[in-house]
């Protein structure tokens, strides 16, 4: 029988050598294994005007700019990418992460402005960590690539005696390569996307060969490749050459060879701008500039700019040359302060206050680039934040009880309404918790200011890089409030910006108008051929929807609204919730889900299960929404008991609470099969 991570009932992570070697596939509790498939973006062709950043220029950092910079004009550089995010929170594996969540009323670290996020990597003292499913399903269904760590680390010398073990030369059961294919393994079977290597200890002096570790490096890093396509290797900056850990803080021949051997280097954070003047230029003779992910720690702890709030002023320095970032510790924004300010603070730390112009620093957001959302054939988001005070499916309520799951966090907006510490809407938009469609969030509207030219009010909420097919349809669910004494619309609606993919930078805008004539309780707006409704003729292939948001035209004796009004919006009533929106090809084909039962596993804790039928994945049909390996067609399934809501399931089982691990079947269970597309099929027993 194959040795089980060490872990928990709610997590897997390996310990030690040992286990790595133990560690078999069939191991893998389904529980533990992320079900979200990594949803490709689409590559920007060019920087977006529109978007919330707004690039720093080529002064640089204080007494790094050329000799002549002072008399040639600032020059806008381009923005840093890739940025990656290092997740090191409270030691890690916290109950909140559980896949199938907590109930619980707490606030929680999330990560919200996935927009700006390339790769998510997430760090515990473990010796292999093994991202949560949670993560990597919220990241996946972002375009967030999601790496795991493995660690080799240990003053009391613990770390060399574990790297002997691996690098043995005359072990008779294991060589090294052995351990790399068990790394590749993990990834691939608990669906996530990489490797961050740290070696925080030295190899034993007798075994240690910098020949034999870079081979390591790229042997690991090509069965990656091979195995998990699109996954990345990244080492960190500790062990040099001469098998000392000494932090070089930038790019050095001490750390070359290992960066050489993987697809990027994560530096120490120590660095200043001389040592990212030489890692530049020693990058540039490798034509990898962009491989070099500049750390910066945001607890500060010797870091440029001394971190927190003043990020950007590392950022700053690293933009100036060229070369790619790394955050560690965004936690902090929880970690460090009153957690009933996270939202206040996290928002500034990454998109700044709503006038950037009285910032001490700029946000992360002036630095890096605003990137799109879903991927070329598929859209979806029911606002959801990943916790609750109540949960719905399809606007009935299901349950009261607050809630936690990571996991069910969906693809918030990626406009902030900012340019360059200026409003760019003129609508207010909020995530409101008193109504929702789907899960426990829905988007609330509410009017800010009307342009006075062309009597409209719009506010942008998604950057797509969509492609329109005769096969694209929409649907969008919303809620019109009663109207007010104040407001005078005369048309609500979701607008779409059109661009040609060999024209990019000249979009055309279309309408959508939703219907009104009920209000206060759930619409659907269902468009079967967007392509016909939108009148898209003109050499549609090469057509691309780039941006999606609210619009509210109004009647003629409409009177211009405050421009003073607060922008928070909190004195204003919203006039429209979103509950839901999704664009895709065709509707997924039609399952059904069967056969519940119950069966106790390991530990004595009781799972309920059930099969998809058709098998979905033995059918091997076109696709155009997501499919999991996992889950095929269904991106989470909804269990209940006798009516009432139990939680969510990312797998085709569910761990029952200890209290009802006594049922038997066919008291009353029925699970809620939720497809990629929020459409929902309910069990057959």
């Known amino acids: ?370 990137l799109s959302t879903g991927s070329s054939d598929f859209f979806y988001t029911n606002f959801s934040r990943g916790f609750g005070k109540r949960f719905w499916i399809r606007g009935e309520l299901k349950s009261s009880k607050p809630w936690v799951n990571l996991g069910m966090q969906s693809v918030l907006p990626t406009f902030s309404g900012k340019k360059g510490g200026q409003r760019m809407d003129t609508l207010n938009l909020e995530l409101d918790e008193e109504h929702a469609f789907s899960g426990g969030w829905s988007l609330g509207i509410s009017e800010r200011i009307a342009d006075s030219v062309n009597n409209i009010s719009v506010c942008p909420l998604y950057k797509l890089a969509l492609s329109i097919r005769k096969t694209t349809y929409m649907r969008v669910q919303y809620l019109l409030r009663t109207k007010l004494g104040h407001e005078s619309h005369s048309e609500v609606g979701i607008y779409i910006d059109i661009e040609q993919k060999n024209d990019p930078g000249t979009p055309f805008r279309k309408h959508l108008p939703l219907p009104d004539s009920t209000r206060d309780r759930w619409c659907e707006l269902s468009v079967t051929s967007l392509l016909d409704r939108l009148q898209v003729k003109a050499n549609f292939q090469n057509s691309e929807i780039v941006q999606l948001g609210v619009y509210c035209k109004h009647s003629a004796e409409h009177m211009r609204l405050d421009a003073n009004l607060p922008s928070s919006g909190a004195t204003q009533t919203p006039f429209l919730h979103l509950g839901e929106i999704v664009i895709s090809g065709n509707p997924p084909s039609p399952y059904a889900i069967t056969s519940l039962s119950q069966n106790i596993v390991a530990g004595g804790r009781t799972r309920l299960s059930w099969k998809i039928n058709p098998d979905a994945l033995e059918t091997d049909t076109p696709r155009e929404q997501p499919f999991s390996g996992v889950t095929g067609p269904f991106a989470y399934f909804v269990v209940s008991l006798q009516g009432e809501w139990q939680g969510v399931a990312f797998a085709t089982e569910f761990a029952l609470p200890s209290a009802n691990k006594q049922a038997e079947p066919g008291l009353g269970y029925t699970v809620d099969g939720v497809y990629w597309d929020g459409s929902v099929v309910s069990s057959v027993c």
Request: contains cysteine.
């Open 1 to 370: 029988m194959a040795a089980s991570p060490t872990g928990t009932p709610d997590f897997a992570f390996l310990e030690s050598v040992e286990e790595l070697a133990q560690w078999h596939p069939s191991s893998a509790s389904p529980l533990h294994i992320a079900n979200t498939p990594l949803l490709p973006r689409t590559p920007t062709k060019a920087p977006d005007s529109s978007s919330a950043r707004k690039p720093g220029t080529g002064s640089g950092p204080a007494g790094s700019a050329p000799a002549d910079a002072a008399s040639s004009a600032p020059i806008p550089l381009p923005p840093i990418s890739p940025l990656v995010v290092c997740h090191d929170f409270k030691g890690g594996y916290l109950p909140h992460e559980a896949v199938q969540g907590v109930e619980s009323s707490e606030m929680v670290y999330t990560c919200e402005y996935l927009q700006f996020m390339d790769t998510f990597i997430y760090f515990s003292h473990k010796r292999v960590v093994i991202p949560p499913a949670s993560w990597t399903n919220v990241m996946h269904k972002n375009g967030v690539a999601v790496l795991g760590t493995f660690l080799v680390e240990g003053g009391d010398g613990r770390g060399t005696s574990e790297l002997m073990k691996m690098f043995d030369p005359d072990s008779e059961t294991t060589n090294a390569a052995f351990f790399a294919n068990q790394l590749v393994e993990i990834a691939k079977t608990y669906g996530f996307d990489g490797w961050l290597l740290n070696f925080e200890s030295r190899f034993p002096r007798e075994i240690f060969d910098c020949f034999v570790l870079m081979s390591w490096i790229d042997y690991l890093r090509d069965e990656m490749h091979r195995v998990v396509p699109g996954s990345q290797v990244i080492w960190y900056d500790s062990l040099t050459v001469s098998n000392v850990i000494h932090y070089q803080n930038g790019l050095t021949p001490s750390n070359q060879p290992f960066f050489e051997a993987s697809d990027s280097i994560f530096t120490n954070y120590w660095w200043n701008p001389d040592r990212l003047r030489e890692t530049s230029v020693n990058a540039a003779r490798l034509h990898r500039k962009k491989g070099v992910l500049s750390g910066i720690d945001v607890f500060g702890r010797g870091t440029y700019g001394g971190g927190g709030f003043h990020v950007g002023r590392a950022l700053e320095a690293i933009q100036h040359y060229g070369l790619a970032a790394v955050i560690f510790g965004p936690g902090w924004t929880y970690e460090c302060h009153d957690i009933r300010d996270f939202w206040k603070n996290d928002r500034k730390f990454w998109i700044g206050e709503e006038d950037t112009h009285h910032e001490a620093s700029k946000p992360i957001a002036s630095y890096v680039e605003l």
